[in-house]
């Protein structure tokens, strides 16, 4: 099997992506988009951003060399714990199962209160998913984060660090894999599981074109961003792009860009 961390280096001369992102019914293109990557410069960073073009079998990239580098995911790991959580029934009802505020004020006021697992995963409150990640255990995450082929699998560096400060890496390439899956219901897991998480990820309107992501950001929780991601699909009619997005927050305002430069690039590829 191709490593996927390598997959878009091999793209431009294999033309090939793990075929486990696609339904085996018709093969895949790819393609390397270079003016994607000036969104980037234009707003004074660098980033990448690959998309998945579902009815077309197509993926396009704006890179070959970062759209392959693994890196922390930071909060966009809510989603594999949001469905781990449901699978081993550390969460049952996703909008009744209260988490009560633990009284510590933190600098990110909408972490300040009692949480369910949707609101949580819309306010994105860390400590919320430190405590399920706490009940889920070392053994059980491990067991759920091999069976979805996540990343690196690594959680070195403590149950409730390991995606934000400890060992765990995913490259965008790897996160469209798993977003794919999940929205596609093709994860080894209860078909329960993946549809109540579909259902809870934000969603942001364009247009007439519909967005469920989940961002992420590195060193959010000690309030000193620097890595940033938006990761999820595009829903515009019929057509479904799958993408993942990263930058580096060099500046306060290029934490709101994330969405700003994902839908740039997904309306410049033609998603929205």
């Known amino acids: 099997m191709i490593n996927r961390r390598h997959a878009l280096g091999l793209l431009a001369v294999a033309g090939t992506l793990p075929s486990r ?11 390397i988009r270079e003016e ?12 990448t951003f690959v998309g998945y073009k579902t009815e077309e079998y197509l993926v396009i990239a704006s890179d070959k060399e970062r759209s392959g580098e693994a890196m922390l995911p930071a909060s966009t790991f809510k989603i594999p ?5 449901l699978e081993t029934g550390v969460v049952g009802d996703p909008a009744k199962d209260v988490f009560k505020w633990d009284g510590v004020v933190r600098s990110i006021e909408g972490w300040n209160r009692d949480h369910t697992l949707r609101s949580a995963i819309a306010a994105s409150a860390v400590p919320v998913y430190q405590e399920i990640a706490r009940r889920i255990g070392a053994e059980r995450m491990q067991k759920y984060l091999d069976l979805f082929e996540y990343g690196n699998r690594d ?27 999940l929205r596609r219901g ?3 897991i209860s078909k329960r599981s993946q549809d109540l998480v579909r259902d809870i990820l934000p969603v942001t309107k364009a247009g ?6 989940k961002t992420g ?6 309030g000193k961003p620097s ?19 990263n930058m580096d927050c060099r500046e306060p305002r290029h934490v709101a860009d994330r969405m700003k430069l994902a839908q740039q690039c997904l309306g410049d590829i033609g998603a929205i």
């Open 21 to 31: 992102i696609f339904a085996n019914v018709a093969p895949q293109r790819s393609e």
């Open 36 to 47: 994607l990557a000036k969104r980037f410069a234009d707003e004074g960073t660098v980033g």
């Open 81 to 85: 714990n949001s469905l781990i959580a």
């Open 155 to 181: 959680i070195g560096g403590g149950i409730d660090q390991f995606w934000l400060t400890g060992n765990l890496r995913i490259d965008p390439v790897q996160q469209v894999d798993f977003v794919d899956r």
């Open 186 to 188: 093709a994860l080894p």
């Open 208 to 213: 007439d074109a519909t967005i469920r992501a």
């Open 217 to 222: 950001l590195l060193g959010a929780e000690a």
């Open 227 to 245: 890595l940033g991601w938006l990761v999820g699909w595009a829903e515009k009619g019929t057509a479904q792009t799958v993408f993942a997005l």
